[in-house]
């Protein structure tokens, strides 16, 4: 099930994701999420699973800023379902298009965003492949 949730969920989900080597406190999301961020959760048997977090850029323009699955629940489709939930609240919002940033170091990030239409807008380039920035881009119809 995918609902929306709150910024409080989403960071209890990210303290179980090993991919975000970063710590970040709420009060750091809280600070960085302008008004209109759109969260969302994913739940597996009642139990917070994944997550995504996305705001707008500008009136046109959504940008999913964070996500994840919970190790325990990865391979049962559901950053495949968060991006879809995510796709449909952002046409329903208004939104023309949402953008995402991935880096080379999480291909299957990289392979979910090519598989459902994300186009590589830009590529940021730090001198070490693995932390290249990727900028894709959907129009959403």
């Known amino acids: 099930m995918i609902r929306e949730g709150s910024v409080a969920e989403a960071h209890q989900l990210m303290l179980g994701i090993p ?12 600070a960085r999420l302008p008004a209109g961020t759109l969260v969302l ?10 997550f995504k977090i996305a705001y707008p850029l500008s009136d046109t323009e959504l940008y999913s800023w964070l996500g994840g699955v919970l190790p325990a629940y990865r391979q049962a489709g559901l950053a495949q379902q968060l991006l879809a939930f995510q ?19 999480y291909p299957a990030m990289l392979r979910l965003l090519i598989r459902n239409g994300y186009q ?16 894709f881009i959907k129009q959403l119809k």
Request: net charge neutral; charged share 35%; hydrophobic share 35%.
């Open 120 to 135: 590589i807008r830009a590529v940021d380039q730090f001198g070490d492949q693995a932390r290249e920035r990727i900028s």
């Open 41 to 50: 959760i994913a739940k597996i048997d009642s139990l917070l699973a994944g």
């Open 19 to 30: 991919e975000f080597d970063r710590p970040r406190t709420l009060q750091d999301l809280q």
């Open 87 to 105: 796709e449909d609240c952002a046409r329903e919002r208004g939104f023309h298009t949402l953008s995402v940033k991935s880096m080379n170091r």
